[in-house]
């Protein structure tokens, strides 16, 4: 396997979600994170803010600008151009371009960078997961909703139904879930509900799904 297949196999990897915000529908990953963790992993990493001929740190065609970064992880550079923009992502102007602008453009951009060599690239591709990740965590959610389900067969009576989706424990598990995941726990939930109220009818008695759970 090659420097830049090893590099991108072991990045590719690594799961960044609690390490990015969002900002105007767009989700971005931490430059400080993605620096100091290619650092920690391969110490040798080193970036480049490229100049333009009059040694500005930003390119423009005289109407917008642009800046223009490289990272190279094991020898190999990975080169990422980004516009200079604003809050709301649009191309700033020359006229009105400032230096903190185009500073977090280039952080921007050296960030994207990184993410050529791998790490946190499916953030900028808009999956939830890395594809080597995909299969691990649906198991693993498989797993939960399979646990729920079990633990609420088990309750015989409407109390002991009420009592599990009240204790931590159980909020616990159903705060790992979403989407249809926790849809499918919610209307396993209420069906077993029926049943049990069905089954003992007692007057005035009637246990309601809980919405907080996984909320």
Not at 2 to 30: C, W
Not at 111 to 125: E, F, P
Not at 167 to 190: C, I, Q
């Amino acid at each position: 396997m090659s420097d830049k297949r090893k590099v991108y196999s072991v990045l590719s990897d690594v799961i960044v979600n609690d390490k990015t915000e969002e900002k105007n529908g767009l989700t971005y990953l931490s430059w400080s994170f993605a620096w100091g963790f290619l650092l920690k992993n391969y110490p040798d990493s080193t970036y480049k803010v490229y100049e333009n001929e009059n040694g500005w740190n930003y390119f423009t065609d005289g109407k917008t600008c642009w800046v223009k970064t490289g990272v190279k992880v094991e020898g190999i550079e990975m080169i990422e151009y980004l516009p200079v923009m604003d809050y709301r992502n649009k191309s700033i102007t020359v006229d009105d371009v400032t230096s903190t602008d185009v500073n977090k453009a280039i952080q921007r951009s050296l960030t994207k960078a990184i993410a050529r060599h791998g790490l946190g690239l499916y953030v900028y591709a808009g999956e939830d997961l890395p594809e080597s990740k995909k299969k691990e965590v649906e198991e693993a959610v498989a797993g939960i909703v399979k646990n729920i389900k079990e633990e609420i067969d088990a309750c015989e009576t409407l109390e002991e139904l009420s009592l599990l989706s009240e204790s931590k424990e159980f909020k616990a598990e159903t705060d790992k879930l979403k989407g249809n995941d926790l849809k499918d726990v919610r209307l396993y939930y209420g069906k077993h509900n029926k049943v049990l109220k069905d089954n003992f009818e007692k007057d005035g008695y009637a246990t309601q799904f809980n919405d907080s759970i996984g909320s």
